[in-house]
T-cell receptor, first 111, second 113 residues
Framework: DAKTTQPPSMDCAEGRAANLPCNHS???????VYWYRQIHSQGPQYIIH???NNETNEMASLIITEDRKSSTLILPHATLRDTAVYYC????????????FGGGTRLMVKP | EAQVTQNPRYLITVTGKKLTVTCSQN?????MSWYRQDPGLGLRQIYY???????DKGDVPEGYKVSRKEKRNFPLILESPSPNQTSLYFC????????????FGDGTRLSIL
């Protein structure tokens, strides 16, 4: 699986968009980008995933650059409850084996 | 309600006393997995199971055992716990493998004295 690089921490004002970057310059053609988050010490929560097209769901949007070497998770209107560690994971989309979490980005949403 | 349930949520015990952490899911998921989380080391996978009677080692399987006799249950067994197994443990499940969204339990905090 490709390695990912994320900033260790970011701040965002409540109500503003939070844009969380992820670099995955060694990504291969069949690897998907996944995002999870972990609020305090709760179990991680799946947010979104994509291959090369931009994706949107009720929680967030995922923007993947054309060369697929980086992506951005967008929380359009961040709330205090979005304060969490956000993990970007790149892996091949097949059934089975392991899921590797990196260090993630600690997002602090401030009033 | 769809959920992954872990028990106990907290446990303090002593070195060498066998313990089992249970994990149960009610979503008929085929894939289940155990992780441990330690400060500075992040989440690391211990074992996973693709289906009943099929289990495989993750990144850090030493000192742990698992079994998958039924689809809904995936217990984590520490035969002879040691202080370096003090950690926060999470169970997760998905329909089929890690390419589908993982549903995580609320965690079990183990302290081995």
């Amino acid at each position: 699986d490709a390695k990912t690089t994320q900033p260790p921490s970011m701040d965002c004002a409540e109500g503003r968009a939070a844009n969380l970057p992820c670099n995955h310059s060694t990504i291969s053609g069949n690897e998907y980008v996944y995002w999870y988050r972990q609020i305090h010490s709760q179990g991680p929560q799946y947010i979104i995933h994509g291959l090369k097209n931009n994706e949107t769901n009720e929680m967030a949007s995922l923007i993947i650059t054309e060369d697929r070497k980086s992506s951005t998770l967008i929380l359009p209107h961040a709330t205090l409850r979005d304060t969490a560690v956000y993990y970007c994971i790149v892996r091949v989309n097949n059934a089975g084996n392991m899921l590797t979490f990196g260090g993630g980005t600690r997002l602090m949403v401030k009033p | 309600e769809a959920q992954v349930t872990q028990n106990p949520r907290y446990l303090i015990t002593v070195t060498g006393k066998k313990l089992t952490v249970t994990c149960s899911q009610n979503m008929n998921h085929e894939y289940m997995s155990w992780y441990r989380q330690d400060p500075g080391l992040g989440l690391r996978q211990i074992y996973y199971s693709m289906n009943v009677e099929v289990t495989d080692k993750g990144d850090v399987p030493e000192g742990y055992k698992v079994s998958r006799k039924e689809k809904r249950n995936f217990p984590l067994i520490l035969e002879s716990p040691s202080p370096n197994q003090t950690s926060l443990y999470f169970c997760a499940s998905s329909l089929q493998g890690t390419y589908q969204p993982q549903h995580f339990g609320d965690g079990t905090r183990l302290s081995i004295l």
